[in-house]
Structure formats: C-alpha cells, structure tokens
C-alpha cells in the first residue's frame, strides 16, 4: 500500500458493464492502482465474468482488483483481495482462507478499526463522510471520529461516502492515505478530467 493520497476506484452497478468497463480502462490508462468490483445483483457466472475482464486490465496497469464482500469470487478469479463490509465474513477467517491477499475492512468506530487491523486487515475504508450516492443507508461518522481512527491504527485508511473534488477539506485529506471514490468519476462525463481535479485537490 502506498504512502500516498491515492484515488480508490469502486464500480457502480448501475452503470451498464460496457460502459463501466470503459471508464474504468480510461481510470487505470491513467494512474488508477486500485480498483474495487462492488456488484450485489447477478449470478456467480456474471460476476466472474466481470471480474475477469476487469482483472485483464488490471493486469495490463499495474492495478489491484479488490472484491467487495465475496470471498468466493476473489479466490475464484485470481484477484487481488477482497473487502469486507460490517456484515460480511470477519477479517480473522477471511485471512485464514486468502493468506496473503489483501484485506481491507469498513470501519466506522475506533473500535471496530482497532478490531480489523488485530485481525489482520491490511487497510480500513472509513465513513460516510458525505450522503452516498450509490449507498444512501450508509451511516455518516463525523471528522473526530476519522481523526480518532487515524491514530488508533497504523494501516492506511481510505475515506469513503460522497467524496467529490469539491467538497475535501484539508483536515479530512490530513487524516487519511486516499479516497475511495464511485460516482464522482463514473458518472461523470468526463472520467480523466474528474480524476485529474481529485488528484489536485489531493495534492494541496
């Protein structure tokens, strides 16, 4: 994991797979090196099937391809690793079953930060700091708990939920390594434009 401000891209499944597939080969034809496949509807076979063309890409980049809560899917497909959501599989077994893959865990106390990265958690995504989009029932947590967090554990944190190039603030960006990002480059009409005005403000 990198030390620095990196762009976590996530999938939107509400955008057509083609079109996905577009502007994610657009995100990681420009620095992109971590990508996560985030699908709750569909079969076993259409997921794969996604996956695996998102990791020929990943391939070709450089970049990692993360899986959203299915295991399964991350050892089936070769990906890079998986995260895991409050009501997935724990850390400490998923460890057990992908060994040296990566693991990342969402965290919205310090105690279930402290408890991921115990349990061997290789990053934590933190949040909501702002109103999803893509997920309206997430909670929000406020700055004093992300600064709480940040100096409860050392493994990098990826702030997460409604983060738009306008509305980062230089205390959120303190206290975190990189944003994980859904609709403020996919549903953009302009994916290297929206991803070239997160970097710059990353890079205050």
Not at 108 to 133: H, I, M, N, R
């Amino acid at each position: 994991m990198s030390s620095l401000k990196e762009i976590y891209l996530i999938t939107d499944e509400g955008i057509e797979f083609n079109l996905l597939y577009d502007k994610c080969r657009i995100a990681l034809d420009n620095g992109i090196k971590l990508l996560q496949y985030r699908r709750k509807e569909g079969s076993f076979k259409e997921k794969i099937y996604e996956v695996n063309k998102l990791l020929e890409l990943c391939t070709k980049s450089g970049c990692k391809l993360i899986i959203n809560d299915r295991v399964d899917i991350a050892l089936a497909s070769g990906a890079h690793g998986v995260h895991l959501g409050r009501e997935d599989m724990d850390v400490k077994t998923a460890r057990k079953i992908l060994r040296d893959k990566i693991i990342g865990a969402t965290a919205k106390t310090v105690e279930q930060a402290v408890t991921a990265f115990e349990e061997g958690a290789d990053y934590l995504g933190v949040g909501a700091l702002f109103p999803s989009v893509t997920k309206k029932d997430a909670i929000g947590i406020t700055i004093n708990i992300l600064k709480a967090i940040r100096k409860a554990v050392p493994i990098p944190i990826y702030g997460i939920g409604g983060i738009t190039s306008h509305n980062l603030t230089p205390e959120i960006i303190e206290n975190v390594n990189g944003v994980s990002v859904v609709s403020a480059i996919l549903r953009s009409d302009d994916t290297l434009s929206s991803i070239e005005k997160l970097r710059e403000v990353l890079s205050c």
